[in-house]
């Protein structure tokens, strides 16, 4: 207790007031155990005329003094000072003391003679009382600084229980455009976007309604008609009680922070019915690859301001948006336009057409307009959608595009191809993947001389799926490459059983895989007696990134008499100058030429190109979906040395005992 007297005591000024000499002495010392600043008096009235010069925190006075006793002199005292600490000392304990002591506040006795721990209970209690009220100024002053700090800081306004404003702040004036007077008195709609979801006020008032504490990002309406966002956090005051008395509101202004593509998702997330245009500046990535930084960066910036004058024109909407890699966006009311659909299309289309007639100048940089348009008003996933729309457009070389329900589209698309990935790992797993042979047969000859290995997936019930089903979707995962180490196992498997040669297909995305090369090779190494009897049919691919890996792959397999085909030669990705890196030893001529070959003369002409040209390199050549004799004795004429197809028989699967020669 001593300890604590002193730790609550020691920054507080003492007023003594003691008229017997020796008391005050002894008195004196004892309190200098616990007071670093004393000022000691001998009667009531000096006392007096020392407390209205100086300001103390507490008064320590003996009652019977003369000139002014020691009640008189709390009493006098009280009266200029409300809240200073008054502890009187007396050697009596008369009831008549006590009760005008209570009147006029005093707040504590002592006893003659002094008892220590009665004493250090007095002193604890009133040092303890001055540190409450020095804590609560503290803490009055930081609540002040903080709202100081809030107001200058962040958008400020409160409001009752109904929702109607009752203070507002100067930040709340000046970024909303309306005085305070205009403000008072009325509801938060007042600066509330027309295009904002009600969805985002029902959610806030049902969590403030639940005393909780509401946040998110608004955006509002300024009284010039501009938009502005804000990061808000509503909150309930509460009583004591804990019930609601008010509502306060803190907003920080994020519009300039905000990227526009952030701005954009927020109009339309708040939008109840939005009509989402979309547009992209045609080859604007080839246009990137001749031009600098600042040069791309100053034709965004002009098409902007074009498209923005432009569409204006048409169209009432907020805001313009500039994104990114030459794209705009821009917001309309569905409800203005989805009931003449028609109309709003050829409105777009027009207008798409008239801007081709104008170009945009910058600096050495002169960009002719062409706009890809995607355009939605299915609010679920929009943007995506559009953008999705875009990469349509893009692919198909067409450019006005609506784009309604595309994501969602796609996400169905990508679950099934999940679904397919899950089939094909499954089947993987439990050996269901298989390796069937169609015969090719020599032309002059009818007899089969080499098999084709193609693969064949069986699901869960039993049912044989092609490649078509299943290997387009395998290439986006792991499961490919397992799929051709698969196939290349059964595929050399069987040149053990056999004399005739065995094809096998392989694509860019196994060449480039340098563990699939690996394994190619450690195969050939283990069947190199046999390695003469492969044929790799090449696989034409614009997904391949480094020729001179192929190039180099076929350098290498070769070392082991391996033969390299071209597959589907005349159609797809194929050229003549691919042939000069590839070296092959066979072309396998793509079957819709040969399809075609009995009603297409364009089909005949370049057949008879391909056999001309292939027969002058020494190569030999594969005639593809031979499906009747006829096709077979046209293509025989033509000179193609084997032909393939279900003429001669169909992919199946084989016993590997009976492959022979002249099967």
């Not at 589209?409 to 899950?422: L, P």
């Not at 015969?439 to 290995?453: A, L, R």
């Not at 089909?603 to 391909?610: P, T």
Request: net charge negative; aromatic share 10%.
């Amino acid at each position: 207790m001593y300890d604590s007297a002193i730790e609550y005591a020691e920054d507080l000024k003492l007023l003594f007031v003691e008229d017997n000499i020796d008391a005050r002495k002894m008195t004196t010392m004892l309190l200098e155990d616990f007071f670093k600043d004393i000022t000691v008096a001998e009667n009531g009235l000096e006392a007096y005329e020392i407390f209205l010069e100086n300001d103390f925190d507490i008064v320590i006075t003996d009652i019977n003094m003369p000139k002014m006793n020691g009640l008189e002199l709390c009493k006098k005292i009280r009266e200029k000072d409300k809240d200073i600490s008054l502890v009187v000392l007396s050697a009596h304990n008369e009831a008549d003391f006590l009760m005008s002591g209570i009147e006029l506040g005093i707040d504590d006795y002592i006893l003659k003679p002094i008892n220590l721990d009665h004493l250090l209970r007095v002193i604890a209690k009133v040092g303890k009382k001055y540190k409450y009220i020095a804590d609560a100024k503290e803490n009055l002053n930081l609540l002040e600084n903080y709202q100081r700090a809030t107001n200058l800081s962040s958008i400020v306004s409160k409001a009752n229980l109904k929702g109607i404003i009752t203070y507002v702040n100067d930040a709340f004036c000046t970024i909303s455009g309306y005085s305070r007077e205009e403000l008072i008195g009325k509801n938060h709609n007042i600066v509330r976007h027309p295009d904002n979801s009600k969805s985002i006020f029902q959610d806030m008032w049902t969590t403030i309604q639940k005393k909780e504490v509401w946040k998110g990002v608004v955006r509002n309406l300024a009284k010039d008609g501009k938009s502005y966002y804000v990061d808000s956090l509503v909150m309930p005051i509460l009583d004591s009680a804990g019930d609601t008395i008010e509502y306060i509101s803190l907003r920080n202004d994020i519009t300039s922070i905000m990227n526009p593509l952030n701005q954009l998702q927020i109009e339309l997330k708040n939008a109840s019915y939005p009509l989402l245009v979309y547009l992209k500046l045609d080859n604007y990535e080839i246009i990137e690859d001749f031009y600098d930084e600042e040069s791309m960066s100053d034709l965004q910036d002009e098409a902007y301001k074009f498209f923005e004058s432009k569409f204006s024109n048409l169209y009432t909407f907020e805001k313009m948006y500039s994104l990114e890699k030459g794209e705009y966006a821009f917001v309309l009311d569905a409800t203005q336009y989805i009931g003449n659909i028609k109309k709003f299309i050829d409105d777009l289309k027009n207008y798409q057409i008239q801007m081709q007639d104008e170009k945009l100048v910058v600096g050495s940089l002169e960009y002719h307009i062409s706009t890809l348009i995607s355009y939605s008003y299915d609010k679920k996933k929009i943007l995506e959608s559009v953008k999705l729309g875009i990469q349509k457009l893009q692919k198909s070389k067409e450019n006005l595009l609506l784009a309604n329900n595309l994501a969602q589209r796609e996400h169905e698309k990508a679950r099934e191809n999940m679904k397919k990935v899950s089939m094909i790992q499954n089947a993987i797993h439990d050996a269901r993947i298989l390796s069937y042979f169609q015969p090719i047969v020599d032309n002059n000859t009818q007899e089969i001389v080499k098999y084709e290995s193609l693969v064949r997936l069986v699901d869960e019930d039993k049912k044989v799926l092609s490649p078509f089903f299943f290997l387009d979707i395998a290439k986006k995962s792991s499961a490919y490459l397992k799929i051709t180490q698969i196939v290349l196992e059964h595929s050399f498997a069987i040149l053990n059983n056999s004399t005739v040669d065995i094809s096998i297909n392989l694509s860019a995305l196994d060449i480039e895989s340098k563990n699939m090369r690996k394994k190619i090779l450690e195969f050939l190494q283990s069947y190199k007696d046999e390695a003469h009897r492969v044929v790799f049919e090449l696989l034409e691919d614009e997904g391949i990134k480094d020729f001179k890996v192929v190039k180099n792959f076929i350098a290498q397999v070769k070392k082991y008499g391996v033969k390299i085909a071209i597959d589907d030669f005349g159609a797809g990705y194929s050229n003549y100058e691919r042939l000069l890196d590839y070296q092959p030893d066979i072309l396998k001529i793509d079957g819709c030429l040969i399809r075609d070959i009995e009603t297409s003369s364009y089909s005949l002409s370049a057949v008879k190109s391909i056999v001309t040209f292939a027969k002058e390199q020494n190569l030999q050549t594969v005639a593809e979906f031979i499906e009747n004799e006829k096709i077979y004795e046209i293509v025989k004429d033509l000179g193609i040395d084997f032909s393939q197809g279900y003429y001669f028989g169909k992919p199946e699967p084989l016993n590997f005992s009976k492959i022979v020669d002249n099967e």
